[in-house]
């Protein structure tokens, strides 16, 4: 979502000024007419940020309320969750290895680190702020130990 606050090549389009931000959001269907979505299931969308809209069912896919908050969905069991497992399949990751992540306190980079921690990895990273850096050794597992911080 940051990198589209800037105008410049991307596989994504940046923001539009006046236009409601876009990207993925997750809400509860209130009224029905769709074979299958019924008021009440909890859907992700990609129609916009926005309190209410119409949408078709193909745009809509229903998700399980057993797993809360429902906001899990936009991270890491939504398209950011994603990007970090497809990521980490594309390198090489084996127990005892040290892995190295910028942007790490974003989205896809705070997902990655605990993934690769899950598999015996040391992870350590690169935030633009202490906040980040306390969020990543304190609730992501990193390892304990910064430099140069912005
Ligand atoms: N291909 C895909 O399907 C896919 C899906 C999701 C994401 N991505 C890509 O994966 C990367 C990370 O995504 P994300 O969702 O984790 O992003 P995010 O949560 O928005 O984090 C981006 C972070 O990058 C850092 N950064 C460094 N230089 C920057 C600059 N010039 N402008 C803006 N931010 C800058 C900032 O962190 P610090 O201040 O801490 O350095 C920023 O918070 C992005 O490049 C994104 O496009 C790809």
């Not at 896809?108 to 690169?126: E, F, H, N, P």
Request: charged fraction near 20%; charge should be positive; proline fraction near 4%.
């Amino acid at each position: 979502m940051r990198g589209r606050m800037n105008d410049g090549k991307s596989y994504m389009p940046c923001f539009e000024l006046g236009k409601p931000l876009d990207g993925g959001a997750v809400g509860e269907v209130i009224e029905s007419r769709a074979e299958g979505i019924t008021p009440g299931d909890a859907v992700t969308s990609n129609l916009g940020w926005r309190e209410y809209f119409v949408g078709m069912p193909k745009a809509l896919h229903p998700v399980s309320r057993a797993i809360q908050p429902l906001s899990v969905y936009l991270g890491a069991l939504g398209m950011t969750g994603m990007t970090a497992w497809a990521g980490l399949h594309l390198v090489e990751i084996r127990t005892g290895k040290t892995i190295f992540f910028s942007g790490a306190a974003g989205a896809v980079g705070s997902v990655a680190g605990q993934l690769a921690k899950l598999r015996g990895c040391r992870v350590i990273g690169s935030a633009g702020s202490m906040e980040k850096v306390a969020f990543l050794r304190e609730e992501c597992g990193f390892e304990k130990r910064s430099q140069n911080v912005k």
